[in-house]
């Protein structure tokens, strides 16, 4: 039975969709919950909902862009809970655009939260982490990330969570602090709520078992969980074979494509396959 009694985590972005079930299966599991959003309101009703079906939560409205406020979020859970066990990085913009009629205010609109407010809260939260020698981190990236059509400006800032998360989990590894992300797939808002994905609740179970002592030995991961399907993500890394020579020249370079790695290439928006399958 795994439960999450004597964990306090921070929620961005919990107001509704995705972090909303979070929270409420976080402190259906016993959790104290600090329940953040932008929209203060719907972060009010998320923290109600919680208490009145006996849990213990806190609405801590906040605009996650800036760092002095997820300085105050995090502080928040401390002076309220007494501790930060877990923060769950979900607060998130998106848009669906084809590249040539993206604009440089949609691409800093979205770094904005996506990857520096993400920044922000995990910053605030890993010196309170390591001061207890204890912690997790669940980022949210998205299949996104690798490349889908339409997502390139949502994609890139997806890819920047998973590369914190490698970043963050290699340098905290050993220190207590684990640092993992998931890429989820469900029907919410920012979904438009498609009644063919999964419901929010089905996704909770992934970020409950990262924050939990029963993942105590899992860092440096993104979870896939689109509904009935669990997976993990692969980690970019050099695809064998890795060709040597003293100097490489133009000639010997497009020999290498010739002979071996033009036959190599993957493809793009591999969310959509399994690796073994495509090396098959
Ligand atoms: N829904 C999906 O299928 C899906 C797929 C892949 C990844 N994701 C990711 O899951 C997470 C949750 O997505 P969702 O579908 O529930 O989205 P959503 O749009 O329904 O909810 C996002 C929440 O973040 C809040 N927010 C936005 N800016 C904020 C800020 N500056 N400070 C604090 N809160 C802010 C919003 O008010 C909103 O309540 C996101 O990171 C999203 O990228 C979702």
Redesign the pocket.
Same mark, same amino acid.
């Given at each position: 039975m795994i439960d999450l009694k004597g964990h306090a985590v921070v929620i961005?972005?919990?107001?509704?969709?995705?972090?909303a079930a979070y929270a409420r299966a976080a402190g259906a599991a016993g959790a104290q919950v600090v329940v953040?959003?932008?929209?203060a309101a /719907?972060a009010e009703t998320v923290a109600e909902e919680i208490r009145q079906a006996g849990g213990l939560a806190v609405a801590e409205p +906040?605009?996650? +862009?800036d760092f002095a406020a997820a300085e105050a979020l995090i502080q928040r859970c401390i002076s309220e809970f007494g501790a930060i066990t877990g923060l769950v990085n979900?607060?998130?913009?998106?848009v669906d655009v084809p590249f040539e009629q993206s604009t440089t205010d949609q691409v800093r609109a979205l770094l904005e939260?996506?990857v520096v407010?993400l920044f922000n809260c995990a910053r605030a939260a890993v010196g309170p982490m390591l001061s207890q020698g204890r912690g997790s981190i669940v980022n949210?990236? /998205?299949?996104?990330h690798t490349g889908q059509p339409g997502l390139s400006t949502?994609g890139a800032t997806?890819g920047a969570v998973a590369s914190f998360t490698y970043g963050w989990s290699g340098e905290l590894r050993d220190r207590g602090v684990r640092v993992n992300a998931v !890429?989820?797939?469900? !029907?919410?808002?920012?979904?438009h709520n498609n009644p063919a994905?999964a419901r929010?609740e089905t996704i909770a179970p992934a970020v409950l078992f990262l924050l939990s002592d029963r993942a105590k030995d899992i860092t440096g991961q993104i979870v896939r969980l689109t509904g009935k399907h669990l997976s993990i993500m692969c980690h970019p890394a050099n695809r064998a074979p890795v060709l040597e020579r003293e100097v490489w020249t133009l000639e010997t370079v497009a020999e290498a494509f010739e002979t071996t790695l033009a036959a190599n290439q993957l493809p793009t928006n591999v969310v959509t396959y399994e690796i073994a399958s495509i090396q098959s």
């Open positions: 961005t972005g919990a107001g509704q969709g995705l972090g953040n959003d932008i929209n /719907s +906040r605009d996650i +862009r979900n607060a998130a913009l998106f939260v996506n407010g949210v990236t /998205s299949g996104a949502y997806k !890429s989820p797939m469900a !029907s919410t808002p920012m979904s994905l929010a």
